[in-house]
């Protein structure tokens, strides 16, 4: 076995364990959000899907690391913002958006509370 080839299969194996880690946070999320979902149908199963919700999930995430990817290649750059009120569930979407993008090139940074001067401002 050459070094090329070792490093092949080493990379190999590595990206099947990654996908394996992932399968298993995704069945995890499954397990969390039903109890979650289930409420906001309110029982009277006229509610989301939970498989429709997790196929459009990653479907989107798909989409964003697509993006960027665009994003990276050409040298741009992409600022997202997020307002709301305490506990208006703005954690968990960033959360959910960032979730399958590449973490050194997507940051997250949280800014303190405007000041009395900046609140003025546009």
């Not at 959360?95 to 900046?118: D, F, G, H, M």
Request: glycine share 8%.
């Amino acid at each position: 076995m050459t070094d090329d080839q070792s490093l092949t299969d080493a990379s190999l194996m590595e990206t099947i364990r990654r996908e394996i880690l992932d399968s298993y946070d995704e069945e995890i999320e499954l397990g969390f959000e039903e109890d979650r979902l289930d409420s906001l149908e309110g029982g009277t199963g006229s509610g989301l899907d939970r498989r429709f919700y997790f196929r459009e999930l990653l479907r989107l995430q798909h989409e964003l690391v697509r993006l960027q990817d665009w994003v990276q290649h050409n040298k741009l750059r992409v600022v997202v913002l997020f307002e709301g009120r305490d506990s208006a569930g703005k954690g968990g979407v960033i959360k959910r958006i960032t979730q399958r993008l590449n973490p050194r090139v997507c940051r997250v940074a949280a800014l303190p509370a405007p000041s009395e001067r900046e609140r003025t401002q546009w």
